[in-house]
């Protein structure tokens, strides 16, 4: 056959199945719009895009977990819809998530057939479920590693994910989705699991994944889907375009709002926050300075160790070497009641869950800080402690807490007022130094720009703020200085008003070659 | 089983396969360390003598038949509190209904085995389609028992016919009666749990709720059966001990404690009380572990309270060996 006729081939092959015009809306935002992308069998088909383009929703419609607003789904020209996951799973359409849906309890066999275990006169039929299994790990080629009848718990986290698609595998699964598959796996299992991919392809399934690393994108896909702000940019052979391609393609967010004026050089005090070769089990080496008067901002793709970083300094996953030096002695913060009393603060990213107790008014919330750093006999007053008996209302009102009476309980407020919540709740312990993680995730685009306006205010006051967020154009708009993360390690440092191909670049590892030469000669300018 | 090989790598195959739960390293321990208070105190009368050996299992029968029920319910993911009132409940009408007479029992026994299911229905569907919790809506229903027996009957009701007394009393050669009806029903839990579909959806219903729904499992049914079944046992449990007593009265089940009591035992025997993980073998010793307690202090005629003392060192320390161990094995 030439080339041209298997060229021509190709382009005839039908499709395993296509989405048309994909519409779903969450209250608030537009999560998918009018989203269209066939998939084909024996392909490896990428998705990728920013935080929020709408990558993950889409696999969820797909799997039957959400119900589309819009738009049909057709599966080898028939159309499908799909109220439960259940019903997508015997069209042979498998999805694996980054939690994986296993029984640690359970044996490898239990768990790859549970709902399906072979009976002989009423009982489990123990040998031919251990044989099935089998069968099943051989047919991925992971027969000799995974003994079936080993409990999920004490698998390793690749060998877990092995039976999750030996799972989806028995399920007779035509389309196999994974979000994030090599998250958490090692160099070495990302080659397994690209085998294993390989094998499934040779089969005529049809491979569809997530991911943040165009490396392994690269390495892996055919076909990639780049998805922005809940639209298609566009589908494309993934040998015909480089990685710099792509991620023009996934960059250039449109502006929601306009950011207050970033800090002025000559405005920025002394060093307050120093941190120097600190490392722990998730962090390599971390250097950075933070003045006075300035907002850092802190990019990366997840799993970059951002968070890690925030929790570290704040000495909730502690860093285990290097030096941290606040207002120019050396410290070491162990806890986060010690960070607290040393004047930091720290907005975290589940405001929920770590943020805040729902179920509790706002003046509560609001003291909670400082009491947690009172003595156990301190007597407690219901607006403020003994040296601010006013706290509650006086921060209310400078943040700007919308409510009729602070004795709201804090989980009837809208996001952007809990956030306010939180940030007075640190303004009451008089933080100096504030870190946030993901400030603005799922707030409406005025309480964003309010909460914007409310960290330069910190900024203008003297104070220093450490700033994570997924979103570039948040982190172009409000950084004095940006710091690049990807693996743990800090591979750059960017000055303000970066663009955000600068910062992908950097996040992915593909700047060029592979790393750290690049982003050195950026950083130290 | 096909492992017929008489060889040792047979039978150590065959015990891996069992996999023995850890609880029973404390019953060995108890065994041996009640034989030695024995030993010093009581010259070796207690450990040494049969009859008070039978005795505790004798002793055990009562709460193991529901212990039964229970672990299966906590491997689930729920827990059953009205079995102490089921108990009562089954005493009392149970010898209420048979008035002594021999002619009555069947009708008496066909009764409180429909209550049972009955009470163990409106759990499992209180449970499961009202999403009220199994803790609250078993502590409803136990209340709502106990209210309905307690102003109906006052005192022992009626009495059961010396025929039927045999659950209590009879041997066969030496062996008591009602110690075979115990350990059929430890086997016929493990079967249930291990050797059924039913079993093997109890264990994933409780592992993980959400994983045995996307695998396209009955959950709710499931769990509805498992309370049915718990019932059930706890009925057994009344008729045996109403054939002991020989009339019923409406305080036997609380004053057994068997709510609380079927739950530790359970939880001693190493099942998660959160659910998805467990079996009756480790129940079965629990439950022997606070008999031999009971028996070695009655004996030695130490305060029963001290006893009591000690199941609650048991409890805890049972359930911190086996929290730490899993650390262990994470790591």
């Known amino acids: 056959m030439s080339e041209e006729e298997k060229q021509k081939m190709m382009n005839e092959r039908k499709p395993l199945m296509e989405v048309r015009n994909i519409t779903k809306r969450f209250p608030g935002v537009v999560a998918l719009d009018d989203v269209l992308v066939k998939f084909y069998p024996g392909e490896v088909h990428a998705v990728v895009g920013e935080n929020g383009a709408g990558k993950s929703t889409l696999m969820k419609i797909m799997a039957g977990a959400y119900i589309p607003d819009k738009g049909r789904m057709l599966l080898e020209d028939e159309e499908v819809s799909f109220s439960h996951p259940v019903q997508a799973q015997e069209k042979g359409i498998s999805i694996i998530y980054q939690e994986f849906n296993l029984l640690p309890e359970r044996s490898v066999a239990q768990n790859i057939f549970l709902g399906r275990e072979p009976t002989f006169l009423g009982m489990i039929d123990n040998r031919k479920i251990r044989q099935m299994a089998r069968k099943v790990l051989a047919d991925i080629g992971v027969e000799g590693t995974i003994p079936t009848s080993k409990l999920v718990g004490n698998l390793s986290v690749a060998e877990q994910q092995q039976v999750e698609i030996a799972k989806a595998i028995s399920l007779d699964a035509k389309i196999l989705i994974m979000d994030e598959p090599t998250a958490a796996l090692t160099i070495n299992e990302v080659k397994m699991l690209d085998e294993l991919i390989k094998r499934l392809k040779e089969r005529g399934i049809a491979i569809i994944f997530i991911s943040h690393r165009l490396g392994e994108v690269f390495q892996i896909s055919d076909t990639i889907t780049v998805l922005k702000d809940g639209k298609l940019v566009g589908t494309v052979k993934t040998n015909e375009v480089t990685s710099e391609d792509v991620v023009s393609m996934m960059v250039g967010r449109i502006l929601d709002h306009y950011f207050p004026p970033l800090g002025v050089p000559e405005d920025f005090g002394e060093v307050i926050l120093s941190v120097r070769n600190a490392s722990n089990d998730f962090l390599k080496n971390i250097n950075f300075d933070l003045k006075k008067g300035e907002v850092l901002g802190i990019a990366g793709l997840q799993g970059s160790g951002r968070t890690e970083m925030a929790q570290a300094v704040f000495g909730v996953v502690p860093f285990k070497t290097g030096s941290v030096t606040l207002d120019g002695k050396n410290q070491t913060i162990k806890s986060p009641s010690k960070a607290i009393k040393k004047q930091m603060g720290f907005v975290t990213e589940d405001r929920r869950s770590e943020g805040l107790c729902p179920q509790q008014p706002i003046r509560d919330n609001i003291l909670l800080t400082v009491r947690s750093i009172q003595t156990m006999l301190t007597p407690i007053s219901k607006n403020g402690i003994r040296r601010s008996p006013d706290l509650v209302p006086r921060l209310g009102e400078e943040v700007d807490i919308r409510t009729d009476s602070y004795d709201r309980e804090v989980q009837f407020l809208s996001g952007g007022n809990q956030q306010k919540v939180i940030l007075s709740k640190w303004l009451a312990s008089e933080a100096d130094v504030f870190i946030f993680d993901e400030p603005t995730r799922g707030i409406d685009v005025q309480a964003k720009a309010s909460i914007h306006d409310m960290i330069r205010d910190l900024t203008k006051q003297g104070r220093a703020v450490l700033m994570i967020s997924s979103e570039l154009p948040e982190i172009i708009g409000m950084s004095d200085r940006i710091l690049v993360m990807r693996d743990g390690k800090i591979t750059g440092e960017l000055p303000p008003e970066s663009s955000e191909l600068d910062i992908m670049l950097l996040a992915t590892g593909h700047n060029g070659d592979n790393g750290s030469n690049d982003s050195k000669g950026k950083g130290e300018k | ?331």
């Open chain 2, 1 to 331: 089983m096909t492992t017929t090989t008489a060889n040792g790598k047979g039978l150590k195959k065959f015990f891996r396969s069992i996999s023995i739960p850890p609880v029973y390293y404390f019953l060995i321990a108890i065994f041996f360390g009640g034989g030695l208070l024995d030993l010093f105190y009581a010259g070796g009368q207690i450990f040494g003598n049969p009859a008070i050996m039978l005795n505790i299992l004798v002793r055990s029968v009562a709460l193991g038949i529901v212990a039964v029920g229970q672990t299966m319910v906590i491997v689930g993911g729920s827990i059953d509190l009205s079995v102490v009132y089921v108990i009562s409940l089954t005493s009392v009408m149970s010898s209420y209904v048979m008035q002594g007479e021999a002619s009555n029992v069947p009708k008496a026994i066909l009764l409180v085995f429909l209550m049972g299911a009955g009470v163990g229905l409106v759990n499992g569907l209180i449970i499961t389609k009202l999403k009220v919790n199994s803790f609250i809506t078993t502590l409803g229903t136990s209340l709502i028992i106990s209210g309905i027996i307690n102003s109906t009957f006052s005192n022992w009701e009626g009495s059961v016919p010396r025929s039927f007394e045999f659950f209590g009393y009879a041997t066969v050669g030496p062996i008591p009666f009602s110690v075979i009806i115990l350990f059929l029903m430890i086997f016929a839990g493990w079967f249930v749990l291990s050797r059924t579909k039913f079993g093997a959806h109890l264990y994933g219903v409780g592992g993980n709720e959400e994983v045995a729904r996307l695998s396209g499992l009955r959950t709710d049914r499931v769990l509805i059966i498992a309370h049915v079944i718990c019932s059930l046992t706890a009925v057994l449990t009344g008729l045996f001990i109403v054939s002991r007593l020989r009339a019923g009265a409406p305080w036997v089940g609380p004053d057994g404690y068997y709510d609380l009591e079927s739950i530790a035992t359970t939880v001693v025997g190493g099942t998660l009380l959160a659910g998805g993980k467990g079996g009756v073998w480790g129940t079965l010793a629990g439950v022997l572990i606070f008999s031999i307690l009971d028996t070695t202090f009655n004996q030695l005629g130490v305060n029963p309270y001290l006893s009591i003392v000690f199941r609650g060192l048991i409890i805890v320390l049972a359930v911190a060996s086996y929290t730490i161990r899993s650390k262990k094995e994470a790591a």
